[in-house]
């Protein structure tokens, strides 16, 4: 048996080495598969690896954006200032920054005083002055350059970004840092320049809103100066008006002391007529005095009553012109806060205008009625001699030299305008020539409740 199975296997070694190089085969191809699979993991962890380093470059730079955004919300020039130094010292190793500002000499000057930023206070003058600041708003980006001062060691690159709208100059942001230039990568810079226009657009919208509104001021304080000054050249033309008016008292006055002398009639009755033409003087007087006083406060009026006073300070004057006066008032009382001299100035200046338009005689109509629970209007209406439609457009302005049959229709109905403007409402005029001129005033009413 033992020589059968010897004669067995040496018989078969033909078929040993056979089933051996089936076995080799399949090995091979095993480790083949096995080192193709490796491949393929290989080049799937890659892809991962490269996928992980996208979204985490995106998720970074989608960060800086936002940090741009919540920047952009700040309320002052050193809030800006702080913040974007905070973000550029996380994420470019930033050692010094500011932002930098033309001013009316056109120099550059900080928007915030920091001691973090004494390099490039003194660096920005060289960057101007060797035309580097003309060529970065030449390239109109951010740039980055070798720092060339070599007192300063750490800083070894400067961010520079312009700051300009329409073409116009108004700053660059500066950022010293331990980076070198080209060590930064131009995906990097990319997004650090929108970072930086998001932050420097909302920082001039701050710093231009700051100047519309200090300018806007300024031209109230001018404003309120030119309406008081105006008010008082026109007093002038007012006060004529209201002194010959005295002229009635004072003549009767004088007629009854002549009568007084000369022991006419009864003395106890020229003494009361006396008296109350001395207190229509007195009252004539005082007028004058609060048409002048310009620091007056508001206060809430009867309006009607207002014009009612207001028509008996003038009707001499104008019936003397052979022009009728109509009033005509709403039923209820109309209350209006204001300044009392101002709206009386206002109604004494169309007045005045109306009787001038009028040299032949007529009739002015005024009235005033509530055109809303929160609006009154006042309609003062002459039958002269009307304005020409060419004259519409400049009737408000003060140079308007064309008085249109107005001895002072320009300077008037201007210093009208900004008074009833300063008191939220609005003046209009409709005319025709040779038929006349109403002119409208739209009031706010008063709460008195």
């Known amino acids: 048996m033992a020589n059968r199975r010897q004669y067995k296997i040496s018989g078969s070694e033909g078929e ?3 089933n051996f190089s089936v076995e080799q085969k399949e090995y091979i191809e095993t480790l083949e598969n096995t080192v193709n699979y490796l491949k393929n993991e290989i080049e799937r962890l890659k892809s991962d690896t490269n996928n992980v380093e996208v979204y985490q470059k995106y998720h970074y730079f989608q960060n800086l954006i936002n ?80 720092n060339l001062d070599e007192t300063a060691i750490k800083q070894n690159s400067i961010f ?64 309120h100066q030119l309406l008081n000054t105006s008010i008082l050249m026109s007093v002038g033309e007012i006060s004529g008006v209201v002194a010959r008016e005295m002229d009635s008292p004072i003549n009767i006055i004088q007629a009854n002391v002549d009568l007084i002398t000369r022991s006419i009639g009864n003395i106890e009755r020229r003494a009361e007529i006396i008296q109350t033409n001395i207190k229509r003087i007195e009252y004539l007087n005082s007028f004058i005095k609060n048409l002048i006083n310009t620091g007056e406060s508001k206060e809430i009026i009867n309006l009607q009553e207002l014009i009612k006073e207001t028509i008996s300070i003038l009707q001499y004057q104008i019936e003397n012109k052979d022009v009728k006066i109509i009033a005509s008032f709403d039923n209820d009382n109309i209350f209006c806060e204001c300044y009392r001299n101002q709206i009386q100035h ?8 109306a009787r001038d338009a009028m040299p032949n005689g007529g009739s002015i109509t005024i009235g005033c009625f509530k055109q809303s629970d929160k609006k009154v209007s ?16 400049n009737i408000f302005e003060p140079h ?9 229709l320009a300077i008037n109905l201007y210093i009208s305008k900004l008074i009833i403007d300063n008191h939220k409402g609005r003046i209009s005029f409709a005319s025709e020539l040779g038929k006349g001129t109403t002119f409208k005033i739209v009031l706010p009413i008063a709460r008195t409740e």
């Open 67 to 146: 940090s741009a955004i919540d920047i952009s919300l700040s309320t002052s020039d050193k809030e800006f200032a702080d913040k974007t130094h905070k973000l550029f010292v996380q994420n470019a190793s930033a050692i010094e920054s500011n932002f930098y500002f033309y001013n009316k000499n056109s120099e550059l000057k900080p928007i915030s005083i920091s001691e973090t930023s004494a390099f490039l206070d003194n660096y920005i003058n060289h960057l101007e002055e060797q035309g580097i600041l003309d060529w970065i708003f030449e390239q109109n980006c951010l740039k980055v350059i070798p």
């Open 160 to 223: 520079i970004f312009p700051i300009a709208r329409n073409e116009k100059r108004f700053g660059v942001f500066l950022a010293s840092t331990i980076l070198h230039h080209d060590a930064i990568e131009d995906e990097l810079l990319s997004v650090f320049q929108n970072t930086l226009l998001i932050i420097s657009t909302a920082l001039l919208n701050l710093i231009l809103l700051k100047q519309i509104e200090d300018i806007s001021n300024k031209f109230n304080v001018l404003n």
């Open 378 to 393: 006042i309609s003062i209406a002459d039958t002269g001699e009307g304005i020409s439609e060419e004259d519409f457009q």
């Open 400 to 408: 308007f030299t064309n008085k249109s049959g107005s001895e002072k």
């Open 16 to 18: 040993v080495k056979s």
């Open 346 to 353: 206002v109604l004494l200046n169309i007045l005045l205008n």
